[in-house]
């Protein structure tokens, strides 16, 4: 028995899902004893430990055993299998209820952290429901008597739970509540009835309010003053009333996922259940008041005869009063027969609704064995398999009215009054739809008669999911129902549908080796696809007119480098009647279905459409869409080759949405077109020169997107080596073919290596963009582009990867780039004096070089063959040693060269001033410049001066060496 007045809460860490194996997800939950420890995956420093009641470690650990049921894999296996929470919780339910007390567990958790595994099981591995009812029965049994007459009255699980003790006319009561507080995508509208679709816009207020009850509740048991407990703010928290402060013992099951990737929504549950473990219950024993009645008679009774036997005793004095207590004691007895009567008509009425539910499940099953059926598949696991609809010989209609009795009528998005028939007859059942009734059978749409065969996915209206199981003669133990789930239907329809590029077998979970990016984006798609077919059949059926039809942003789009782009879930939505197109992102399209389906629940409680006052959340406005992209890659400009081809761009989808020519042409500064004569072997050549190109846009062919509807238009925009603006071609309207005289030209004056690289590397990824009526025209925004005085783009200030935004009227940020233009103005100063430094150095040493060329002979240097010569002597006759000034000369020579160069970039340095000081953009482009520039001419100055000075000291080494030669004796 759970004792102790407290809420007590357990938290559970499930195994890795196929998501988070797909996405190579690192686990970041650890627990020992009943310590539960997280782990920032951003920051591996940051940890943080809560200590529950119960902790229960499930993520490895476990073998499958022939039953499919998982069991610790040895004697030191640390993982919890469902048998051991049942044994420590749900046994705990059924004591508590058993003498009466009230007891509760529920789940809590984000969805898919495992909540509905713990509650219902799956497959061979039973969940607490299922166990607690099992261990009930079993209970049920060993209190029956020999005689087969019943105790106790089995216990409904529903919300009140009665056990009779008929012998005793007593009666103990408890409240059993087994919740699992599902994730807000389960609460949302399956197709199952339309009053559920307000229950998804409700689930978030009803969890809310859960939390601001455990927070008032914890609030109070640590003596904060709470004047109001917010349990009638939503229904969920009405439900749970006695569970949470009340009279009852209380357990929480928290349900974690060990993932990084959902490191916040984990931490905000675990301090959730923290704040739980503060609530204080008051459980009390529930008695009945019949009960006490009833033991009240018996104790009158008793003192009555007492009483009686001690007046007998007395003689005939007091036979008066013998006679009125016999009286008593006569009405007494009439008042507990009539209530044994009472008690046994109870027990009957519950005999006989026993004796007629078991008979219904016998008679299903009789049927399960003899006829083929359809059996639902739910978003929920624990309303998938609850229904059966069974397939009798002959016809059988499918509809929202039932003709005959062995009809099978549906409610949800989708379902006509009459939508299908099926026709049972020699073992076969075909199935036809009616007046082109929505049908789907794995996946693909069905609009004529077809043969259902065993374990076929069948999809009737927009969200009414069944799978089909055939004649026993067709059934095996191989089977695999289970198998079918939801995830499985989703998966089917976005392969067949919208995900072809993904491949996934049949009923398959992903491959290990997808890539993680692509896994999730797959996942994300198929948990939005019956949102989508939802919204298309309120949209049908409300005649909106608008279409939605899901897709993944990127899913073959590069970048100017060739790389993957992020990918996401868009929506795209449709006008049938204007032809007019709306890109939503996955959330504005969540929130958008809860108002849509809040419109369709008052078309069905009023007959008329809602006045959108605000916003039609069907429909926005029209907008410029992006269409697609294509590829042009600048390597041949490297060589100063030109380039012409046609390119395709390609949507979403990956398929072609136009076709366009392209020029990219090497150039003179006048702008006229470079012949073969220009072309260079290797593009270092090009460092530090001047070049111009063009590119030219001339043809865009097949644009589908005008082909759709010819009032659309069409513009291409670009960008070229971190300009800060992107460039826009002129619009085009009403032609999917035409002639596109655009031409930009640009210059770099001194090209770098950062500037040939991004050719060698990059493309210019050409954007399609699609215009509509209604939609203003994009424009290049010419204020940001520094131009030059021939009208090209200027590159020279474009550094890539290193622009970024800055505020226009940021004071800060212009004081600060003044401050650096000051610094690099005095760097310049410093590197000019460096300059003359260097020239009075040189000076010296020519002065140097012209005395050791006057030097007499008397200077005491002799040859290996005696005195040195005079100079007349030396007229005649070659010397033996090397001309020391040709060699000075030589290494003057190449640094008076290399010096030059190193001045042109001094001059070029002090000119270049920015095109317009009074814009902070111009003044960071020209500090970027200042910058580089610098950089170079420091690296170059200390190369030729690095040169300059290995060069003398050579030429003195070895003029050192020779001196020693010559004075050395023989």
């Known amino acids: 028995m759970i004792n102790g007045s407290s809420l007590k809460v357990a938290v559970r860490v499930r195994p890795f899902n196929q998501r988070e194996k797909a996405m190579r997800s690192k686990c970041i939950i650890s627990m020992a004893g009943n310590n539960c420890t997280i782990l920032d995956p951003k920051d591996l420093q940051n940890k943080r430990t809560f200590t529950f009641d119960y902790c229960y470690w499930s993520t490895d650990g476990y073998i499958e055993n022939d039953q499919g049921v998982f069991l610790p894999n040895g004697p030191h296996s640390r993982y919890i299998s469902q048998e051991h929470v049942f044994n420590e919780l749900g046994r705990a339910v059924l004591e508590n209820a058993w003498n009466g007390y009230n007891a509760t567990i529920f789940s809590y958790g984000q969805t898919g952290s495992g909540k509905s595994y713990l509650m219902t099981g799956y497959g061979g591995n039973k969940g607490l ?32 739970n009665e056990q009779v003790f008929a012998n005793q006319f007593m009666t103990k009561h408890s409240e059993i509540n087994l919740v699992d507080l599902a994730g807000s995508e389960r609460q949302r509208s399956a197709g199952t009835a339309p009053d559920r679709f307000n229950e998804a816009r409700a689930i978030n207020l009803s ?27 939503s229904i969920l928290t009405r439900l749970l009333s006695t569970a949470l402060g009340g009279n009852s013992k209380t357990i929480m099951v928290t349900m974690i996922s060990p993932a990084d990737i959902y490191y916040d929504e984990t931490m905000s549950t675990l301090r959730f259940a923290e704040r739980a473990k503060n609530v204080q219950n008051r459980a009390v024993i529930n008695e009945s008041l019949t009960e006490q009645l009833l033991m009240d008679l018996k104790e009158d009774n008793t003192g009555l005869r007492a009483r009686i036997a001690d007046l007998e005793k007395a003689g005939d004095v007091h036979i008066d009063e013998q006679e009125v207590l016999k009286k008593l004691i006569v009405d007494n007895e009439r008042q507990l027969k009539d209530m044994q009567k009472s008690w046994q008509q109870k027990l009957e009425e519950a005999r006989r609704e ?77 199935l036809e739809p009616i007046n082109k009734a929505r049908i789907l059978i794995n996946g693909v749409p069905v609009l004529t008669k077809h043969q259902l065969q065993h374990l076929d996915r069948v999809i009737i209206g927009s969200c009414s999911f069944y799978l089909y199981v055939g004649f026993p003669h067709e059934r095996n133990d191989r089977d695999k129902i289970h198998k079918y789930n939801y995830e499985f239907f989703a998966s089917e329809l976005a392969s067949i549908e919208g995900f072809g590029k993904v491949n996934v077998g049949m009923g398959e979970e992903l491959k290990e080796n997808l890539d993680p990016d692509l896994a999730r984006i797959f996942h994300d798609f198929i948990a939005i696809m019956p949102m989508v077919a939802q919204a298309n059949q309120i949209s049908e059926e409300l005649n909106k007119g608008v279409i939605f039809e899901p897709e993944v942003k990127n899913l073959t789009s590069t970048d100017a480098k060739g790389e993957g782009l992020e990918k996401e879930i868009i929506v795209k939505v449709i006008n049938k009647v204007t032809k007019q197109v709306e890109i939503w992102p996955r959330d504005k399209f969540t929130d958008r279905k809860l108002l849509i389906e809040g419109i369709y629940q008052h078309f069905l409680e009023n007959g008329t459409i809602p006045n959108m006052v605000e916003q039609d959340p069907f429909w926005d406005s029209v907008e410029i869409l992006h269409l697609g992209s ?79 509807n010819s009032s659309r238009g069409v513009q291409i925009g670009f960008m070229m080596y971190g300009l800060p603006a992107m460039l826009y071609t002129p619009a085009v309207w009403n032609n999917a073919n035409f ?62 990867n290193q622009w970024t935004s800055v505020p226009q009227d940021s004071e800060k940020c212009r004081s600060k780039l003044s401050e650096q233009l000051k610094m690099l103005e005095e760097e310049i100063e410093n590197l000019k004096d ?87 953009l111009c003044l960071r482009y020209f500090a970027n410049e200042r910058n580089q520039l610098i950089e170079e001419l420091g690296e170059e100055l200390e190369s030729c001066v690095g040169k300059l000075k290995n060069d003398i000291a050579k030429i003195i080494k070895r003029k050192k060496e020779l001196q020693i030669d010559a004075v050395s004796p023989p």
């Open 129 to 160: 429901v299922p166990m607690i009812c099992e261990a009930l029965f079993q209970e049920i049994k060993q209190r029956q008597s020999k005689d087969g007459q019943f105790y106790v009255y089995f216990s409904m699980f529903e919300i009140y």
């Open 739 to 800: 002639e596109m005289d655009y031409t930009m030209c640009f210059m770099i004056q001194h090209v770098t290596a950062d500037f040939l690289s991004y050719l060698k590397t990059h493309a210019v990824v050409l954007e399609l963009w699609g215009l509509q009526e209604g939609c203003q025209e994009m424009e290049t925004e010419f204020a940001h582009v520094a131009l030059a005085g021939n009208g090209s783009v200027l590159l020279d200030l474009c550094y890539r």
């Open 834 to 920: 460096a300059n003359r430094s260097l020239k009075s150095e040189n000076i010296k040493m020519q002065r140097e070089l012209e005395r050791l060329r006057n030097l007499p002979s008397s200077s005491g240097l002799v040859t290996n063959g005696g005195p040195m010569k005079s100079a007349n002597d030396r007229s005649d006759q070659k010397s033996p040693f090397p001309s020391w000034d040709a060699e000075f000369a030589k290494a003057l020579k190449t640094f008076y060269f290399s010096m030059i160069g190193v001045r042109a970039r001094l001059i070029h340095l002090k000119e270049v001033r920015p095109l317009d000081e009074g814009r902070i």
């Open 207 to 233: 969890l809310t309010t859960l939390g601001n009850v455990i927070s008032s509740l914890s609030d109070k048991a640590v003596g904060k003053r709470v004047q109001y407990i917010p349990y009638r703010n």
């Open 354 to 430: 026993w004796e007629q539910q078991y008979s219904c499940i016998i008679k299903e099953e009789q049927m399960m064995a003899e006829l083929p059926y359809f059996l639902n598949v739910n978003e929920d696991p624990q309303l998938s398999g609850a229904v059966k609809h069974f397939i009798h010989h002959g016809i059988t209609t499918i509809g929202r009215t039932a003709g005959l009795q062995q009809d099978i009528v549906l409610k949800g998005l989708g379902i006509l009054d009459k939508h299908a028939v099926l026709t049972s007859h020699d073992h076969k059942v075909v």
């Open 630 to 708: 294509a590829h042009v890659w600048l390597e041949t400009l490297a060589y100063c080759i030109a380039y012409e081809d046609q390119v395709e761009a390609i949507n979403y989808r990956g398929k072609e949405e136009a076709i366009i020519q392209i020029r990219l042409l090497p150039c003179s500064p006048s702008g006229n077109p470079l012949g073969e004569e220009s072309v260079i072997v290797d593009p270092d050549d090009l460092l530090g020169k001047r070049m111009d190109f063009q590119m030219q846009i001339t043809l865009c062919l097949g644009v589908k997107w005008i082909q759709g």
